[in-house]
């Protein structure tokens, strides 16, 4: 393999743009017995809060046109765990580990941050679309000065390279994105599900237990492409796009529209070697048009 897909994000370098997205992937062990993590650019790992959490009660998976709903609820086994039983193992393997982290409460992600910043971890990635439970439920990242406030208090709390997850749910995601790039963030990554719901007809109830959940899966592609297009044209610092990416032709889209690196979530479902054959896929798109690098595409689209 070529250095045309070595990728430098933040400062940090990866082998190729290609990491499963938060959630997708666990911690790389189901996935260790197919291909060496090694071939991948980074992990995401699955989201850690500060305590043990089993998540919401099922059915917490509901199958959409083109796609799935989820309302698993952050299921995981705490920072403990993870920095003491997680870690080690991938750093076994030569990839980059992107700590994806998630807390009900601004001191909660400071914590986390603050602990994980102990680690050799290269990057935190911090979700704000969980909610805020002292300010009434609403997710961090539908306000810009609750997400700017969150970010500031995690930004302070570690020197690692810090990149804030977007939710797609608000009405203007570029405000949220200027907000956090304002209070420390060096990148975001970009889009969250989409909050859907779907109904049970003979029974009349939600099929989800949670009624609600995200949205996931080429059907929100077009979404985040959009979203990534705006975002990327709105602040200065690096954007990691996801939200549909299926195939390596996906990506390219994401990364012409302004992404410097892309995480793929939902496919792994329907395909465990996806994040492989789009990392294949990239080297072949670069060899064909004669890049030197893949970094040459992003942000091309040449708007009408």
């Known amino acids: 393999m070529s250095n045309r897909l070595e990728t430098v994000f933040c400062g940090v370098k990866f082998k190729n743009p290609v990491i499963p997205a938060s959630g997708t992937f666990g911690y790389g062990r189901e996935y260790e017995s197919l291909y060496p993590l090694s071939k991948l650019g980074g992990i995401s790992v699955k989201g850690t809060t500060l305590h043990r959490r089993e998540g919401n009660p099922g059915p917490r998976v509901a199958e959409t046109p083109s796609g799935m709903l989820n309302s698993v609820g952050l299921q995981n086994g705490g920072v403990d765990k993870f920095i003491d039983h997680e870690l080690p193992n991938l750093r076994k393997s030569d990839i980059v580990v992107i700590a994806n982290i998630a807390g009900s409460t601004v001191e909660e992600c400071a914590e986390l941050a603050s602990r994980i910043d102990e ?24 306000d810009c000065t609750v997400a700017g406030a969150v970010t500031k208090a995690v930004r302070e709390a570690t020197k690692k390279p810090l990149m804030v997850k977007l939710s797609p749910n608000v009405t203007s995601i570029t405000e949220i994105a200027k907000s956090v790039e304002a209070n420390g963030a060096d990148a975001v990554s970009l889009i969250n599900t989409i909050l859907g719901m779907r109904i049970d007809i003979k029974t009349g109830r939600p099929i989800l237990k949670n009624n609600v959940g995200g949205l996931s899966g080429p059907a929100v592609l077009p979404v985040a492409v959009r979203m990534v297009w705006q975002v990327a044209n709105s602040v200065g610092i690096p954007v990691m796009g996801m939200g549909g990416i299926a195939c390596w032709e996906d990506a390219v889209e994401m990364m012409m529209a302004g992404a410097s690196a892309v995480q793929v979530g939902a496919a792994i479902f329907a395909d465990p070697f996806a994040p492989v054959k789009i990392i294949d896929g990239l080297e072949k798109y670069c060899e064909d048009n004669g890049l030197d690098n893949i970094s040459q595409i992003v942000g091309t689209v040449k708007p009408w």
């Open 119 to 142: 680690t050799d971890v290269e990057m935190i990635e911090l979700n704000i679309s969980c909610p805020n439970v002292k300010q009434g439920g609403a997710a961090f990242g539908t």
